[in-house]
């Protein structure tokens, strides 16, 4: 099966501009999660969904990133703006009915 | 407070040898612990799951070992080859996923 797919696999902006990640998971998988790795931390979890629906968000920065999973198949994560601290890779990763969680391979942010 | 410990936080061996990398935790509830590989610019990828009465659990040269008594795990890992290098991350599932900061393992020839 496919696996989850990220993209871009790289992205480098200036601080204070926008971006956006895409994600699409493996099909058929209802849990979806964003999670942000700063070099040498494990990843820690931004906000996870249940289908279309957010079952957790209590990370998210509300103040500059966003989340959305319109249709609950692939989902967006934007920052708006960024800051020099949001440099890190941003992983997406899904979830099915049985204890696996799968993780795409990432988006390596860097802010300049 | 709910923490994932992992020791040691890098360690360089020789191929062919082993090598144990250790996992504390204070999370309750507890679910499940993961022990995961992680290639340098590549996203987590699963090695085993162990619930509550699982005491080890092996992929091919991996053995996890669970001791939920004392909060601890370890992942053993046999024969190493170079291609284990990587970082190794201990994830514990409560009522949300708790991740440790891993252990960077790099294998010598």
């Known amino acids: 099966e496919a696996g989850v797919a990220q993209s871009p696999r790289y992205k480098i902006i200036e601080k204070r501009q926008s971006v956006a990640f895409w994600c699409n998971p493996i099909?058929?998988?209802?849990?979806l999660y964003w999670y942000q790795q700063i070099l040498g931390q494990g990843p820690k979890l931004l906000i996870q969904f249940q289908n279309n629906g957010v079952v957790d968000d209590s990370q998210l920065p509300k103040d500059r990133f966003s989340a959305e999973r319109l249709k609950g198949v692939d989902s967006t994560l934007k920052i708006q703006p960024a800051k020099l601290e949001d440099s890190a890779v941003y992983l997406c990763?899904?979830?099915?009915?049985?204890?696996?969680?799968?993780f795409g391979p990432g988006t390596r942010l860097l802010v300049l | 407070k709910n923490q994932v410990e992992q020791s040691p936080q890098s360690l360089i061996i020789l191929e062919g040898k082993n090598c144990t990398l250790q996992?504390?935790?204070?999370?309750?509830?507890?679910?499940?612990l993961r022990w995961y590989k992680q290639d340098t610019g590549r996203g987590p990828v699963s090695l085993t799951i162990?619930?509550?009465?699982?005491n080890t659990k092996s992929n091919g040269r991996y053995t996890a070992t669970l001791d939920a008594d004392t909060k601890q795990s370890s992942l053993h890992i046999t024969a190493s080859q170079l291609s284990d290098s990587a970082s190794y991350i201990c994830?514990?599932?409560?009522?949300?996923?708790?991740f440790g900061t891993g252990t960077s393992l790099t294998v010598i020839p």
């Open positions: 996992c504390n935790y204070t999370v309750s509830p507890f679910s499940n």
């Open positions: 162990m619930t509550f009465s699982e």
């Open positions: 994830v514990v599932e409560g009522n949300q996923f708790y």
């Open positions: 099909s058929g998988h209802a849990t």
């Open positions: 990763a899904s979830s099915g009915t049985g204890w696996a969680q799968y």
